[in-house]
């Protein structure tokens, strides 16, 4: 009978789950550390694989032996607590937590939280800038812009400054914003040119998120749902790649300080947690939020809802889900729901603003993000298709030519297309070798057919009977762009909002193109072709 007791004890002990603490309450000061680092380094503290916990120290210039990371051992503070102290550096970075080098993506680590404390333990200055928060690298080989085929990244609740951090310090801009773990958080990217990294000196693309409310309420304890901001991250098409690591970091860029964590634990869950710690819970990550627009909850519409929408527009439409839009490419669209995050409200929603503003419309078309295609209506008027004024700006074009018919008839009037935009394409012949063969008619349309198809952006200026097979771009000095192409088309331009910004006949298979557009990035597409990303300096 008393071993049955026992083991009944036993069956209840470890079947009740074990709740996560509260870092909050974890304030007990810790003391004589395990392991103190003064010298640059790294190198594994405790575990193996990938949840073992890491170290790394690095240190320019200030005075020597007082730059230190002081680990108090894994059976202390969470396992992964730590002190950072630093005297005078040109720059120290003191961080624990995963590393996994040649790792993965982040899915392939479940979900992963960090609880953390060190309210109280914050003492002294960090010089020009500083940061505390989740830090890492990561790689991403296939990405198409080489800046971000390596990443830095931040994710940043705490400094030293004055008031709330942001560009200024940072440096880049703003691309977006969310909520998560009880804040809002601001998102920042920033190129970094020829600096040091992980793989010697290299051109990198930085991604923030910098918590709001920093100068009156900088948060010292509390969750970080890194998983959840990653997925935030990609509702931006912020794209991480290979996991390089995850640790919790303290920056310094000068004077003399310490931060002391008494609480520092890294953990990788099967599932979401319901809720965050130190009063970090928000609709991103559950709690008591109910996911009434998750994808879960919604069903993908199929077919396009009439009367079509106004696109861009500058509100949501009321339905965002059935919405349908005709785009300048004369294909109809509905937003794709398998894109979106969690919560309505956040920024990776269908509900969400710049889903509709056509702030991203170029890129997610081209990789197959956020907009699915539908069969447009049989009969659809044209105040329901995209708006000239809005989207399809009238490029001005000239086109000179030396073999180009000089007749009135041929001759395009400006003012009838005249814009704020303009580019002009210059062309020692109309047609390639071969005369009006291979697709290229010397005939040029009369000046109301060219001014109603640059109104429009739907009709081409150039009839193209040959399929075109190769596109290429190349940038060159003086916003002149060298075009490939394997035959006569109409190229558009448009800029990152999705509108068309200049169109142009290229009648030769090389032609150079002087644009007159604003510095910026911009896409060149022709029809059957993926578009080609390009900036103008």
Same mark, same amino acid.
């Given at each position: 009978?008393?071993?049955?007791?026992?083991?009944?004890?036993?069956?209840?002990?470890?079947?009740?789950?074990?709740?996560?603490?509260?870092?909050?309450?974890?304030?007990?000061?810790?003391?004589?550390p395990s392991?103190?680092?003064?010298?640059?380094?790294?190198?594994?503290?405790?575990?193996?694989?990938?949840t073992?916990?890491?170290y790394?120290?690095?240190t320019?210039?200030?005075?020597?032996?007082?730059?230190?990371?002081?680990?108090y051992?894994?059976?202390?503070?969470?396992?992964?607590?730590?002190?950072?102290?630093w005297?005078n550096?040109?720059?120290?970075?003191g961080r624990?937590?995963?590393?996994?080098g040649?790792?993965s993506?982040?899915?392939?680590?479940k979900?992963?939280?960090v609880?953390?404390?060190y309210?109280g333990?914050?003492t002294?200055?960090?010089?020009?800038?500083?940061?505390?928060?989740?830090y890492?690298?990561a790689?991403n080989s296939?990405?198409s812009?080489?800046?971000r085929?390596?990443?830095?990244?931040y994710?940043?609740?705490?400094?030293?400054g004055n008031?709330?951090?942001?560009?200024?310090?940072?440096?880049g801009?703003k691309?977006?914003?969310?909520?998560?773990?009880g804040?809002?958080?601001?998102v920042?990217?920033?190129i970094?040119?020829?600096?040091p990294s992980?793989?010697?000196?290299?051109?990198?693309?930085?991604?923030?998120s910098?918590?709001?409310?920093?100068?009156?309420?900088?948060?010292?304890?509390g969750?970080y749902?890194?998983?959840?901001?990653?997925?935030?991250?990609?509702?931006?098409?912020l794209?991480?790649?290979?996991?390089?690591?995850?640790?919790f970091?303290?920056?310094a860029g000068?004077?003399t300080?310490?931060?002391?964590?008494?609480?520092?634990?890294?953990?990788?869950?099967?599932?979401?947690?319901?809720?965050?710690?130190?009063?970090?819970?928000s609709?991103?990550t559950g709690g008591?939020a109910?996911?009434s627009?998750s994808?879960?909850?919604?069903?993908?519409?199929?077919?396009?809802?009439?009367?079509?929408?106004?696109?861009?527009t500058s509100t949501?439409?009321?339905?965002p889900?059935t919405a349908?839009f005709?785009?300048?490419?004369?294909?109809?669209?509905?937003?794709k729901?398998?894109?979106e995050g969690?919560f309505?409200g956040?920024?990776?929603?269908?509900?969400?603003?710049?889903?509709?503003?056509?702030?991203?419309?170029?890129?997610?078309?081209?990789n197959?993000?956020?907009?699915?295609?539908?069969?447009?209506?049989a009969?659809?008027?044209?105040? @329901?298709?995209v #708006? &000239? !004024?809005s989207? %399809?700006s $009238? /490029? +001005?074009?000239a086109?000179?030519?030396?073999?180009?018919?000089?007749s009135s008839?041929?001759?395009?009037?400006?003012?009838?297309?005249a814009s704020?935009?303009s580019?002009?394409?210059?062309s020692?012949?109309m047609?390639?070798?071969?005369?009006?063969?291979?697709?290229c008619s010397? @005939?040029?349309? #009369? &000046? !109301?057919?060219? %001014?109603? $198809? /640059? +109104?429009?952006g739907?009709?081409?200026?150039l009839a193209?009977?040959v399929?075109v097979?190769y596109?290429?771009?190349?940038?060159?000095s003086?916003?002149?762009?060298?075009?490939?192409?394997?035959?006569?088309?109409?190229?558009?331009?448009f800029?990152?909002?999705?509108n068309k910004? @200049?169109s142009f006949?290229?009648?030769n298979?090389?032609?150079?193109?002087?644009?007159?557009l604003?510095?910026?990035v911009?896409?060149?597409k022709?029809?059957?072709?993926?578009?080609?990303?390009f900036?103008?300096?």
């Open positions: 009978m008393k071993k049955l007791a026992i083991a009944l004890c036993l069956a209840i002990t470890f079947a009740v789950p074990v709740l996560a603490q509260d870092p909050c309450s974890q304030t007990t000061a810790l003391s004589n392991r103190t680092i003064t010298s640059n380094g790294m190198g594994n503290l405790s575990g193996s694989g990938a073992q916990i890491h790394e120290m690095w320019d210039g200030g005075q020597t032996g007082n730059n230190k990371l002081s680990w051992g894994s059976d202390k503070g969470g396992g992964a607590a730590f002190k950072a102290e005297a550096p040109n720059d120290y970075l624990v937590g995963y590393y996994w040649n790792g993506a982040y899915t392939a680590y979900n992963i939280y609880d953390f404390n309210k333990k914050k002294g200055s960090g010089g020009n800038y500083s940061y505390i928060g989740i890492g690298w790689r296939s990405a812009d080489n800046n085929k390596l990443i830095e990244y994710i940043i609740d705490d400094w030293f008031g709330q951090l942001g560009t200024a310090t940072t440096g801009s691309v977006g914003e969310y909520t998560l773990d804040g809002t958080y601001y920042i990217t920033n970094r040119q020829n600096k992980i793989d010697g000196d290299k051109t990198f693309t930085q991604y923030f910098i918590r709001q409310g920093m100068g009156s309420n900088a948060r010292q304890c969750t749902s890194v998983t959840e901001h990653f997925k935030k991250w990609e509702g931006l098409n794209i991480l790649g290979n996991m390089y690591e995850a640790k970091l303290v920056e000068g004077g300080g310490s931060v002391d964590l008494t609480y520092l634990k890294f953990s990788q869950e099967d599932q979401p947690r319901s809720g965050t710690g130190g009063g970090a819970s609709s991103s008591s109910t996911p627009s994808s879960a909850a919604k069903t993908q519409a199929t077919t396009c809802k009439t009367p079509l929408i106004t696109y861009p949501v439409p009321s339905d889900y349908c005709k785009y300048t490419n004369n294909k109809c669209y509905v937003c729901i398998s894109s969690e309505e956040n920024v990776n929603t269908c509900a969400s603003g710049w889903v509709w503003d056509g702030t991203q419309i170029a890129s997610n078309l081209e197959g993000y956020w907009y699915q295609e539908v069969t447009c209506p009969t659809s008027s044209s105040s @329901a298709a #708006s &000239s !004024s989207i %399809a $009238s /490029s +001005s074009v086109v000179s030519s030396s073999s180009r018919p000089s008839s041929a001759a395009v009037s400006s003012s009838s297309i704020s935009s580019a002009v394409a210059s020692s012949s047609c390639p070798p071969g005369g009006s063969g291979n697709g010397p @005939a040029v349309p #009369s &000046s !109301s057919s060219r %001014a109603s $198809s /640059s +109104s429009a739907t009709t081409p200026i193209n009977h399929p097979t596109f290429s771009v190349q940038t060159m003086e916003k002149a762009l060298r075009i490939e192409i394997s035959s006569p088309s109409v190229v558009e331009i800029d990152q909002k999705g910004v @200049a006949d290229v009648y298979t090389l032609q150079t193109v002087k644009l007159s604003p510095n910026g911009y896409f060149a022709v029809r059957g072709m993926k578009s080609i990303r900036v103008l300096k």
